[in-house]
Nanobody, 124 residues
């Protein structure tokens, strides 16, 4: 089992940047694909970004392409989400998640392990 603890959220103005972090513990972190998802009030949890276990492949939701960057440091058991040019529509609770290697970084049903979530609020 993998335990995930995400952090780094906050209240920022539109156009600002934030970096979210996710610390993993438990089973070998480097065996897992990792993703970031977000959930706004009254909406479903949506895919934001994903990164393959090796770091060789990443995927992004169209709404964040060019603004967000996912990365990982397997030596430190960490995953990051650098968020630039934030918009009010980015306001949500952000969750990091882990999945055993497989197909489709954006497939939410793959992800068995979840962090507790961190709130990101972007004011206009």
């Amino acid at each position: 089992q993998v335990q995930l603890a995400d952090s780094g959220g906050g209240l920022v103005q539109a156009g600002a940047s934030l970096r979210l972090s996710c610390a993993a513990s438990g089973r070998t972190f480097s065996n897992y694909d990792m993703g970031w998802f977000r959930q706004a009030p009254g909406k479903e949890r949506d895919f934001v970004a994903g990164i393959m276990w090796s770091g060789d492949r990443t995927e992004y939701a169209d709404s964040v392409k060019g603004r967000f960057t996912i990365s990982r440091d397997n030596a430190k058991n960490m995953v990051y989400l650098q968020m630039n040019s934030l918009k009010p529509d980015d306001t949500a609770v952000y969750y990091c998640a882990g999945a055993a290697t497989g197909w489709g970084l954006g497939r939410i049903k793959r992800y068995a392990y979840w962090g507790q979530g961190t709130q990101v609020t972007v004011s206009s």
